[in-house]
């Protein structure tokens, strides 16, 4: 017989509701009333809270839908900053001239301060960062490679709608595309993705792809702007191949020929300046250690290790110094043609979305002790390869990592690229070009909550009075919280009731249109 948890649980997912709610407890500072609200914990992977993430999901969607096929530009137009935005401003340039005129413990102090108050700033609603630390940049050349093809570079135009088509019976259409790019091959492989021979297959290089893949993604984007000659503008997402290597999936607005796209993604490369990590100077037995004297690790002599900014000079020094890894895309390159509103376009950002709520290692679960393997393989290449400056595992390599502190250990780095759940691809799984409808996920959340509060007829509680209420975070454990059972049976039946009351009012909103139109049709 099923357990009683997992009937109430299997409800919830029914309904939609989020599994995992997080309690919090409203005080009305007007009547001294106090209530436990649930908040949907808005997970994005399936494993955690199947109905999050498929809300998550759906948004996605939704963004992608909106900005795909646009024909007139977005409007960027930033809001005028409003009066508790100035008045936090200045504050802010009180704080910041004190800061720069304390020292010691006081200016640590008020450090502290200016980080809360940042974060004041950003929670109105603020795009950015008020007083940014901008790092100094190396410049390498940026002459291309020997082995490259060359790009002709065109000025890029300012627009972002793609060209519009007319054809002899004077119909006018805007498609757009749909384009897939790959990696490279490292090996033969079976139809199940593991390699035929895998003491021939590389390892190393598809481990190191999978690490800069996404760097390689902007420099594609980057290139095939200044080629097409207009702002380019893209949804993307990344998820692995069976073979485990990751490959993107671009919906582009407008269109490009696929002769252009092959030429673009055959001319785009990334090349790694690192400090050479091709051979270990440490194992895990001698590896160095923290010394809280020199702030900094040491090896069995005492001796520092060299700074990431120095053995960045060494290798800016070399003047036969090569890079440590030249990324770039296969010969592979898939496009097609999409219009507005067809079964093609549908099934293209359903094709986009199929895996977003899923972690990489999802997305092809191995089936066979082969598969298991290969995954293995894999992440032992990935156990000790270094995924960024602040990598732990350049301690291996005789390099004291960017802002190195105590309790790094080569092997053990706690980057997400490192994790079996992620393959090797550190990146965000989304990409979406800042131009690409002209609001954020937050707007489209926002929109499409009006759109049911105005199908209802209903307004957002609290709205005339947002200070009315001081919410805090209630533990599971506290004796007003109840159990989490008795929590999702009552979010059940809200959300029955919920969608009850909004398919009604979508059937009435039909229901009048179609009766507008019958009597248009009758006069």
Not at 253 to 261: F, N, P, Q, W, Y
Request: aromatic share 6%.
């Amino acid at each position: 017989m099923p357990l009683a948890k997992e009937v109430v649980r299997a409800a919830a997912l029914e309904h939609g509701v989020c599994i995992r709610p997080v309690a919090l407890r409203r005080t009305d500072i007007t009547t001294g009333a106090v209530e436990i609200i649930d908040v949907p914990c808005g997970a994005t992977l399936a494993s955690v809270c199947p109905s999050c993430a498929e809300r998550k999901r759906q948004l996605r969607m939704a963004q992608c839908r909106e900005g795909w096929h646009l024909t007139e530009e977005p409007d960027l137009t930033a809001d005028e900053p409003t009066p508790y935005q100035r008045w936090l401003a200045e504050i802010r340039a009180d704080l910041t001239a004190a800061h720069d005129a304390a020292g010691g413990t006081e200016r640590e102090s008020l450090a502290e301060d200016l980080a809360a108050l940042d974060e004041e700033i950003t929670s109105t609603g603020v795009r950015g960062n008020i007083d940014p630390d901008e790092p100094s940049r190396r410049v390498r050349s940026t002459r291309r490679r020997q082995d490259a093809v060359d790009l002709p570079r065109r000025p890029v135009d300012a627009r972002t709608v793609g060209k519009a088509f007319t054809t002899p019976d004077g119909k006018t259409f805007r498609p757009s595309l749909f384009v897939t790019l790959t990696l490279p091959s490292y090996g033969r492989v079976r139809s199940d993705g593991t390699p035929v021979d895998p003491s021939t297959y590389d390892y190393r290089r598809a481990a190191r792809d999978a690490l800069h893949f996404s760097k390689l993604v902007d420099r594609f984007i980057q290139n095939l702007r200044r080629f097409v000659g207009f702002d380019v503008q893209y949804f993307a997402a990344v998820e692995p191949q069976r073979r485990l290597a990751p490959h993107v999936h671009l919906a582009i607005r407008g269109t490009v020929s696929r002769a252009e796209l092959r030429q673009v993604a055959a001319a785009t490369y990334h090349q790694v300046w690192w400090p050479s990590c091709d051979e270990p100077v440490y194992d895990d037995d001698t590896a160095p250690a923290w010394n809280d004297e020199q702030r900094a690790y040491v090896d069995a002599d005492g001796i520092p290790l060299p700074t990431w900014d120095d053995a960045l000079d060494v290798v800016d020094a070399d003047d036969e110094a090569e890079p440590v890894h030249v990324a770039r895309f296969g010969v592979q390159v898939d496009a097609k043609g999409v219009l507005v509103g067809s079964a093609d376009a549908r099934r293209c950002i359903g094709y986009l979305a199929k895996y977003l709520n899923k972690s990489a290692h999802e997305c092809h679960e191995p089936a066979s002790d082969a598969e298991r393997a290969h995954v293995d393989r894999l992440m032992d290449e990935l156990r000790y390869e270094p995924c960024s400056p602040a990598c732990a595992n350049w301690l291996r390599y005789g390099v004291q990592p960017k802002n190195a502190r105590d309790g790094m250990r080569p092997g053990l780095c706690k980057a997400k690229a490192h994790r079996r759940t992620h393959l090797g691809y550190g990146g965000r799984r989304v990409l979406v070009s800042r131009k690409w409808s002209g609001k954020s996920l937050a707007d489209h959340k926002h929109e499409r909550r009006a759109w049911v509060l105005e199908l209802l007829g209903e307004m957002a509680d609290n709205g005339d009075a947002p200070n009315r209420y001081v919410w805090e975070h209630a533990a599971p454990s506290d004796p007003d919280v109840p159990s989490i059972s008795h929590r999702l049976l009552r979010a059940v039946s809200e959300r029955v009731r919920w969608r009850a009351a909004l398919d009604a009012a979508k059937a009435a909103a039909d229901g009048q249109l179609s009766d507008s139109a019958t009597r248009g049709r009758a006069a």
